[in-house]
């Protein structure tokens, strides 16, 4: 049952990183979408010109991927050096202390459901298989060979984000000039439908209120975002 049990646990941990990933790239594809839609509808609001319109949308894509890219690095890098100095303390806490660690596992265990003979035996085989790894994963639910990487978060980030973003550059620029604001909003919505849809799935919630809040906020933010450039551009701004 021992084996059982920690051949399981980073498997379970490794399909649940995989999730975050996943959800991440979906959560990023969709700023990408709606900035980006914000940005272009409004400026198409004050001009049709395309190649201004191609270049506020570049800008804002560049801009936005990089800002995404480059505060998932720092987040992530503050979640890797948390996650080394908890191993790093564990390691001298077994060290200096390997009798209380041991009792310390037994307890955790104990506390998962298993009755203290089968805990300290349970105990006693995983500190003898790699007592780090125990405790790591039981004690401070770290798995030391999945430890987050932010130069692959950032990546990702920065990936996800341009991704999205091209859709609306791509839809405002491509058209005719008096298709372009209809085929945009149109594109937009659907792909905030997608990625609402995607998302809820994901966290296995109720897949139409997440849709229609996806939907609602994206529709609101190149309205207002319209409006304000229509208005600066009829005052001339």
């Not at 955790?108 to 085989?125: I, M, N, P, T, Y």
């Not at 792909?191 to 919630?205: F, K, P």
Request: proline content about 3%.
């Amino acid at each position: 049952m021992t084996d059982t049990r920690t051949h399981d646990e980073p498997h379970g941990n490794g399909l649940g990183t995989r999730l975050n990933w996943l959800r991440a790239a979906v959560l990023g594809a969709n700023d990408g979408v709606v900035s980006t839609a914000g940005l272009v509808v409004g400026v198409a609001g004050a001009t049709a010109d395309r190649g201004t319109l191609l270049t506020a949308g570049l800008a804002g894509l560049l801009a936005g991927s990089m800002s995404m890219a480059a505060g998932e690095y720092v987040s992530v890098s503050t979640q890797r050096d948390s996650e080394m100095a908890a191993l790093a303390t564990e390691k001298q806490e077994l060290k200096e202390a390997p009798e209380a660690e041991l009792v310390e596992l037994t307890g955790l265990l104990e506390g998962k459901g298993l009755s203290h003979e089968v805990a300290r035996e349970a105990a006693l085989q995983l500190t003898e298989r790699d007592a780090l790894r125990a405790h790591a994963v039981v004690e401070l639910g770290i798995d030391p060979d999945q430890l987050t990487n932010p130069w692959h978060a950032a990546g990702a980030s920065f990936l996800a984000f341009t991704v999205g973003a091209l859709l609306p550059l791509l839809a405002i620029v491509l058209p005719p000039s008096s298709l372009r604001l209809l085929v945009t909003v149109l594109s937009v919505l659907a792909a905030l439908a997608l990625t609402g849809w995607w998302s809820a799935r994901l966290g296995e919630a109720r897949v139409g209120p997440a849709v229609l809040r996806n939907m609602g906020g994206g529709a609101l933010a190149m309205a207002v975002t319209y409006g304000a450039g229509h208005l600066l551009g009829a005052v001339g701004v």
